[in-house]
């Protein structure tokens, strides 16, 4: 019995219904598909499946060149192979951004003939993967002599956009991969830097502090028995030494945040106490150089929540800075009530900071360079920065040169007279 109308619509239905199925577990195979291996596999399975070809080859542009990368057929192609552009049909695909439907391959001049006679190829459709410029091809190719469909051709066009996509996700993966492997990369070599950085800064400390404390020692003894005259160079030498000594305490407290020893212990801690030691550690040496000291006191009779300890260090490096670059003038401690913080603002008229320079200064050995030349290591207001960041105590910065530099650090106020904002 002949088939009717209808069986050849219900078979043109099902073969419409398993082309479908065979596009969708296309797309979720390639979704899945995480490198070129994969979504290459993934391609040459799916398209023989659609087409029905005798053999499937796909092509990845090389530059210049068509390389072969894989292939499904009946019997071996070009697999592993490159060959010039404009050489081959998968070049002229790629090229033009156009498919190539070829019933006869012998019979078209865009075929090099020679290349074709060992292998089982008769009729071939090419077509390009990705638009406006194609990254690769795919081949479909049968042993008999036919003329591939529209069918066909739609369907080797769908696998061909699905692939763009796919090797398109495969490039940002690898893009990616190659980017997150140069961070870890950069990572272990700032850690391996930082490492050798702080075993370096930490042998120094403990190799400079005996000699240091040995030639303070004999300092002291020989400044008692030194002529009138003789006694400048005892000053200059105590002098010398206490920078030595200062820029110690600076590599300690860079090793001991290097290493994670230092420990936050927050604790409501009057402010009084804070500025009182600070007086008392500092006022003398700001007017032994000839400056005048001012504490402001609005910020008595203040709780405010901080590290006692690291607050201090905080505030000894800010002290210490404007002394040491302050000629004459002033060195001013400022309270300020804000609200629920309390400002600490250390002032002073010396040099100053260049603009270009004001955003830099918190920066690790940065320093600021003045006709005077440079003094120090450039870890004072860099460990200011790093405790204050501990704390989350914020930390601010305004200088002209020439007029003076105001550093403030604000901390959490827990108790006090109210502030209006």
């Known amino acids: 019995m002949p088939p009717t109308d209808s069986d050849a619509l219900q078979l043109s239905t099902l073969r419409d219904a398993d082309q479908l199925a065979a596009i969708v577990d296309l797309n979720e195979r390639l979704f899945f598909a995480r490198d070129l291996t994969a979504v290459i596999t993934v391609l040459r399975t799916a398209a023989r499946r659609l087409t029905g070809?005798?053999?499937?080859?796909?092509?990845?542009?090389?530059?210049?060149?068509?390389?072969?990368?894989?292939?499904d057929a009946i019997s071996p192609l070009w697999k592993g192979q490159r060959f010039p552009m404009h050489t081959c049909i998968s070049g002229w695909a790629m090229l033009t951004g156009q498919p190539a439907v070829i019933p006869d391959i012998y019979a078209d001049p865009r075929i090099p003939h020679e290349a074709y006679r060992p292998t089982f190829v008769q009729s071939?459709?090419?077509?390009?993967?990705?638009?406006?410029?194609?990254?690769?091809?795919?081949?479909?190719?049968?042993?008999?002599?036919?003329?591939?469909?529209?069918?066909?051709?739609?369907?080797?066009?769908?696998?061909?956009?699905?692939?763009?996509?796919?090797?398109?996700?495969?490039?940002?993966?690898?893009?990616?991969?190659?980017?997150?492997?140069?961070?870890?990369?950069?990572?272990?070599?700032?850690?391996?830097a930082?490492?050798?950085?702080?075993?370096?800064?930490?042998?120094?400390?403990?190799?400079?502090?005996?000699?240091?404390?040995?030639?303070?020692?004999?300092t002291d003894a020989?400044?008692?028995?030194?002529?009138?005259?003789?006694?400048?160079?005892?000053?200059?030498?105590?002098?010398?030494?206490?920078?030595?000594?200062?820029?110690?305490?600076?590599v300690q407290d860079?090793?001991?945040?290097?290493?994670?020893?230092?420990?936050?212990?927050?604790?409501?801690?009057?402010?009084?106490?804070?500025?009182?030691?600070?007086e008392a550690t500092f006022r003398l040496s700001a007017e032994a150089k000839g400056l005048r000291w001012h504490l402001d006191g609005a910020g008595s009779g203040v709780t405010?929540?901080?590290?006692?300890?690291?607050?201090?260090?905080?505030?000894?490096?800010?002290?210490?800075?404007?002394i040491k670059y302050t000629d004459r003038g002033d060195v001013r401690v400022v309270c300020r009530p804000a609200g629920d913080r309390l400002w600490i603002d250390v002032c002073d008229t010396g040099r100053g900071i260049p603009a270009s320079a004001l955003g830099d200064v918190f920066e690790e050995f940065y320093r600021v360079e003045t006709r005077d030349g440079i003094d120090g290591l450039g870890?004072?207001?860099?460990?200011?920065?790093?405790?204050?960041?501990?704390?989350?105590?914020?930390?601010?910065?305004?200088?002209?040169?020439?007029?003076?530099?105001?550093?403030?650090?604000?901390?959490?106020?827990?108790?006090?007279?109210?502030?209006?904002?």
């Not at 075993?199 to 400079?208: F, P, V």
């Not at 914020?394 to 020439?402: F, I, Y």
């Open 53 to 71: 070809a005798d053999g499937i080859t796909i092509v990845l542009r090389d530059g210049d060149l068509c390389h072969y990368v894989d292939e």
């Open 124 to 192: 071939l459709v090419m077509v390009p993967v990705g638009a406006p410029a194609p990254v690769a091809a795919i081949g479909a190719y049968w042993a008999a002599r036919h003329t591939p469909n529209t069918n066909t051709v739609a369907l080797l066009g769908a696998v061909a956009r699905s692939a763009a996509l796919a090797l398109s996700n495969v490039r940002l993966l690898e893009s990616l991969q190659k980017a997150a492997e140069a961070a870890q990369t950069q990572a272990m070599e700032v850690v391996r």
């Open 194 to 218: 930082n490492t050798a950085r702080t075993r370096l800064l930490a042998a120094l400390n403990h190799d400079l502090r005996q000699p240091v404390h040995a030639l303070t020692l004999a």
């Open 222 to 250: 020989l400044s008692s028995r030194v002529t009138a005259r003789e006694a400048a160079y005892v000053t200059t030498m105590k002098h010398c030494l206490g920078v030595m000594t200062s820029l110690l305490e600076g």
């Open 254 to 278: 860079l090793v001991r945040m290097d290493n994670g020893a230092i420990a936050v212990r927050l604790e409501d801690v009057p402010l009084d106490d804070l500025t009182t030691h600070a």
């Open 304 to 322: 405010v929540r901080t590290d006692r300890l690291l607050a201090s260090r905080i505030l000894h490096n800010l002290l210490d800075n404007a």
């Open 379 to 421: 870890l004072g207001l860099f460990i200011v920065k790093a405790l204050a960041d501990r704390l989350a105590h914020p930390v601010t910065a305004q200088s002209r040169l020439g007029s003076g530099t105001t550093i403030s650090v604000a901390l959490p106020r827990v108790s006090g007279p109210p502030v209006a904002d």
